[in-house]
């Protein structure tokens, strides 16, 4: 059966913002959460906050910008990543710079919008931490509901996505640990933009950067809506 007019208008607002991560919103449980929600509420304790470790410098200017699926993502001569194998990507530098670009194509992947061929792997080897296996099993859940109230078949992406990375904000960043903010964009209800905030934490292992899993697998407790960004930095191709 086809899914009815009301299914298709929810599950276009719920593919919005959703489509990430960062990303990446930056899982499908994130949107519906944030809308609920006004701007201005106070956020969850583990929300991204405004004060933070100033001191990291990335230069973003000279990054080159790709589509990926409908999301504009930056790549790095120098920082990463440095393979690309079909929609994977890997070899971070051990930088700043390498674990921003880490984080917003880690995060990415791991959305259930590319399929289980793109977000099983990715969670399986590129993250780390005790909650992976809650959050593979988090994200094949939204994949399985998701593709079958799009009518997609087992396996297959869901589609493109309509997400803008808009800026960061670092909160901590040393050799080995970087913590940073993300900020991405999307349609909302009513054709309204709503921004999600994510707060990322990477560590440096087996010579690449590793994302850590979000407690109990739940991105939620990492995120918040935000309506202003000052103190985070714009990324230079938002488009």
């Keep these: 059966m086809s899914p009815s007019l009301r299914q298709r208008r929810r599950l276009f607002v719920f593919l919005g913002v959703a489509a990430v991560l960062i990303a990446a919103g930056v899982l499908l449980a994130v949107l519906p959460a944030a809308q609920n929600s006004s701007p201005g509420s106070p956020p969850a304790p583990s929300a991204p906050a405004q004060s933070a470790d100033t001191s990291t410098k990335v230069d973003v200017d000279g990054w080159r910008w790709a589509d990926f699926h409908g999301v504009r993502l930056p790549y790095s001569a120098s920082d990463g990543p440095r393979t690309l194998v079909g929609d994977r990507a890997y070899g971070f530098a051990p930088s700043p710079a390498g674990a ?3 984080a917003l ?3 990415m992947r791991a959305s259930p919008r590319w399929g289980p061929a793109v977000f099983e792997p990715t969670i399986a080897e590129q993250f780390t931490g005790s909650d992976r296996p809650a ?13 079958a109230v799009a009518g997609v078949a087992e396996g297959r992406p869901i589609g493109r996505a309509y997400v803008v990375e808009e800026a960061f904000h670092w909160q901590a960043y040393t050799p080995g640990l970087a913590i940073v903010d993300v900020v991405a964009a999307g349609p909302g209800r009513g054709g309204v933009t709503v921004r999600i905030s994510t707060r990322l934490q990477l560590v440096w292992r087996d ?3 590793r994302m850590v899993a979000p407690s109990s697998g739940d991105w939620t407790r990492s995120s918040a809506p935000v ?3 000052t103190g985070y930095t714009l ?3 938002r488009g």
């Excluded at 959050?135 to 593709?147: G, I, N, Q």
């Design 105 to 107: 194509h880690l995060g």
């Design 227 to 229: 309506a202003d960004l």
């Design 135 to 147: 959050l593979l099993r988090a994200v094949r859940a939204a994949y399985d509901s998701v593709r």
């Design 235 to 237: 990324f230079p191709d």
């Design 207 to 209: 010579e690449d950067w």
């Design 100 to 102: 921003l670009l880490a």
